[in-house]
T-cell receptor, first 115, second 117 residues
């Protein structure tokens, strides 16, 4: 079974631009979560999508948005990029129905550098 | 509110020795799950092991075992016979909630483990 895939793997943007990251979950998984990882803030939860609906949301500004398609693939968008948005963005997929037993499986991440 | 604490920012261990990575948690929910992930320098988070709050026995997966002490709210990861490939960041994580709930996972700050040859 194929794992979680994320595209692109690396990205360089300039301040003010916007970016879209993509995540394809493991086949059969209906939940996709996004995380931002930086050396200073660690791993921070952005949002979770399940069946095309945002189910959980972290504490990030509205510049960060996402969506999920009917095939469970998800995209994350960051508008008006700031230098502080430079980070590793990780996507994780899970079945979406198992409560606290639910294990998330992560993709390789997208490294975003904002200049 | 749920909270995960990893107090060891970094550790050095000799190859073939066993190593224990500490994790304490705080939650008022009786239903929760604890997870450990490994993150090599490549960046991908690799799931290692899971322990449920109602599990009577400590979880084991190959060389990984979880020392679950519920009363002390600790969930330490034990790696037996460490190998050079075990050098990585290790994250402890927790998810609250019953079977059909949709709570999010929270992560600790991580421990960087370095294995010496």
């Amino acid at each position: 079974k194929a794992g979680v895939t994320q595209t692109p793997r690396y990205l360089i943007k300039t301040r003010g631009q916007q970016v879209t990251l993509s995540c394809s979950p493991i086949s059969g998984h209906r939940s996709v979560s996004w995380y931002q990882q930086t050396p200073g803030q660690g791993l921070q939860f952005l949002f979770e999508y399940f069946s095309e609906t945002q189910r959980n949301k972290g504490n990030f500004p509205g510049r960060f948005s996402g969506r999920q398609f009917s095939n469970s693939r998800s995209e994350m968008n960051v508008s008006t990029l700031e230098l502080g948005d430079s980070a590793l963005y990780l996507c994780a997929s899970s079945l979406g129905v198992a409560g606290h037993q639910e294990t998330q499986y992560f993709g390789p991440g997208t490294r975003l550098l904002v200049l | 509110a749920q909270k995960i604490t990893q107090t060891q920012p970094g550790m050095f261990v000799q190859e073939k020795e066993a190593v224990t990575l500490d994790c304490t948690y705080d939650t008022s929910d009786p239903s929760y799950g604890l997870f450990w992930y490994k993150q090599p320098s490549s960046g991908e988070m690799i799931f290692l092991i899971y322990q449920g709050s109602y599990d009577q026995q400590n979880a084991t997966e190959g060389r990984y075992s979880l020392n679950f002490q519920k009363a002390r709210k600790s969930a330490n990861l034990v790696i037996s016979a460490s190998q050079l490939g075990d050098s990585a960041m290790y994250f402890c994580a927790m998810r609250e909630g019953g079977y059909s709930s949709a709570s999010k996972i929270i992560f600790g700050s991580g421990t960087r483990l370095s294995i010496r040859p």
